[in-house]
């Protein structure tokens, strides 16, 4: 499934012109970007603002936990009203960026690094690590087209400008996929890795046990128990505890207040609320998405599909399923465009893919002028696109 060299795609008669086009054109568009954000940055739009306050709360969060860790304390980023008291500090009392840690204890071993560093190198490391992490794992499936896509895509910029970690998710995503078939123990372990994460992983394991791929199961099963006992021993006794406890009341902070923004949220529980429907509704819709989607990925695994195929449709249904999903987790939908593009490459495209490929990559730059929920129907999209081409054959 991983990318081949270009003198072995010519001797197999593919097609190199068109690919070297898009792989040049997205390096323009990396250019770009990086002008964007160097213009931002002096202008006092990233970053830090004319204030001096961080210019968001996202990394903000990361960074101020990295150093709670790293100074003794690493549950209180579970504690709600000190975590916002702390933030709130540097981002300005005014603020109403969401301020929470959403994320299990072992995910605490991610950030614990960024305290080492001050707000803006440690920003600038966070992303240059994460995004050439997401670039190595697209290189093994696109080979340098796949480097390209993980610099050039609008994806990348959305995830770039808050400090997120969907370059993370993206990449244990990737290397799972790539990994599967080949070394499949080490699958499992990136697959583990993505519990730092939860809510992106449950097809993972139906899909594994539904084709009798036991062993990197077993192994991502393992590797999960041992970050969780790993991080309950290095943060101390209750860590688990005081997820969940804080999980819930960060939770409630988030949506209770009734200030939320649902269509930040890229699902359909989002859609829902910021229609203005009641909970139920949205719950019970995000549920037959889910179910819905399952079935459809599920179908595509144990049909006679290409490993690309199976692969685009595990990603895409990955970012269908959760109903905690936003736009700097669009680095997912690139991991998908990928695999459709590997098995494109190999047995051409059909008609109207590329446009439809141009519009999922277009989706992040619809959502942030729009605010319309974009990237779920761009993983809808995607999704599609597998099934037809495993109706191909």
């Not at 050439?132 to 796949?146: D, E, M, N, Q, T």
Request: aromatic share 10%; net charge positive; with cysteine.
């Amino acid at each position: 499934m991983g990318g081949s060299t270009d003198s072995a795609r010519q001797a197999r008669g593919t097609p190199m012109r068109g690919r070297d086009i898009v792989t040049a054109s997205l390096f323009l568009c990396f250019l770009g970007m990086v002008a964007l954000c160097i213009g931002l940055a002096r202008s006092g739009a990233w970053f830090v603002g004319p204030d001096g306050a961080p210019t968001s709360a996202d990394f903000l969060v990361f960074w101020v936990t990295g150093g709670l860790i790293l100074g003794g304390e690493p549950l209180l980023p579970y504690d709600q009203a000190r975590l916002t008291a702390l933030c709130r500090a540097l981002i300005g009392p005014d603020s109403d960026a969401l301020i929470a840690w959403f994320y299990p204890p072992h995910g605490l071993f991610v950030v614990a690094p960024l305290g080492l560093l001050p707000l803006i190198p440690a920003w600038i490391a966070w992303v240059a690590v994460t995004l050439s992490a997401l670039a190595w794992s697209l290189w093994a499936i696109v080979g340098r087209l796949g480097v390209a896509l993980a610099l050039g895509l609008p994806a990348t910029l959305a995830c770039v400008m808050v400090g997120q970690n969907g370059f993370v998710t993206a990449a244990l995503v990737a290397g799972t996929l790539v990994l599967l078939d080949r070394r499949p123990w080490v699958a499992g372990v990136l697959l583990g890795l993505l519990t730092y994460k939860p809510h992106f992983g449950p097809l993972f394991p139906l899909v594994l046990l539904a084709t009798g791929r036991w062993t990197p199961a077993l192994v991502a099963g393992v590797t999960a128990l041992a970050l969780a006992g790993a991080a309950e021993i290095v943060f101390g006794p209750g860590a688990w505890a005081a997820f969940l406890q804080g999980a819930q009341e960060q939770t409630l902070a988030m949506v209770g207040a009734g200030a939320w923004d649902w269509r930040k949220m890229q699902s359909a529980y989002g859609m829902v609320h910021a229609l203005g429907g009641p909970r139920w509704l949205a719950l019970l819709l995000q549920a037959a998405l889910a179910l819905t989607v399952a079935w459809l990925v599920l179908r595509i695994w144990r049909r006679p599909a290409t490993a690309a195929v199976r692969a685009a449709a595990l990603a895409a249904g990955a970012m269908l399923v959760p109903p905690y999903v936003f736009i700097y987790d669009a680095p997912v939908t690139t991991v998908a465009i990928a695999f459709l593009l590997r098995d494109a490459m190999d047995r051409g495209f059909l008609r109207g893919e590329k446009w439809a490929l141009i519009l999922v990559a277009a989706a992040p730059v619809v959502q942030f002028l729009s605010l319309f929920m974009a990237l779920p129907v761009a993983a809808a999209l995607l999704l599609g696109l597998a099934v037809r081409r495993a109706e191909r054959g």
